[in-house]
């Protein structure tokens, strides 16, 4: 297993919401649209902790993905809390992602305000999840 896996479970799980909103990934290139709805996609830390001894044990890795719903200044909240919902509706407690034989379980997915920006309302979703590797 790897972190690529990890990632990819994780951007797939964004997808499968079937937003039709651009996404902008960490270190990708990315034209910020005008006055259009748009997601930041990041994932913040993994971690690794032993669960099991030995070289054939078990360690759990345990990250965060932060997703940032942006929508225009001054069109109001309902937009952004939808896309917050339909999101969440997806990366919600208990789900699973997978990717290449990687299995990620969701412990929650809180939502909170985003940083107040001259051109953007946005609101943050954190997924926190979990997954195990043999090593």
Request: glycine letters at 6%.
């Amino acid at each position: 297993m790897s972190d690529l896996n990890i990632k990819n479970a994780l951007v797939n799980g964004v997808l499968s919401v079937n937003l039709q909103y651009p996404i902008q990934y960490d270190n990708s290139p990315f034209d910020t649209p005008n006055n259009a709805p748009w997601l930041r996609v990041q994932i913040l830390n993994l971690d690794d902790e032993v669960v099991t001894l030995g070289s054939s044990g078990r360690n759990r890795r345990q990250g965060l993905l932060r997703i940032t719903v942006f929508t225009p200044k001054g069109s109001g909240v309902n937009l952004s809390y939808s896309t917050v919902d339909d999101i969440r509706a997806v990366l919600k407690s208990g789900a699973e992602l997978k990717h290449n034989g990687q299995v990620l379980r969701i412990n929650s997915a809180s939502n909170r305000a985003g940083t107040d920006e001259a051109a953007w309302y946005s609101r943050i979703i954190d997924v926190d999840f979990y997954t195990f590797e043999k090593r």
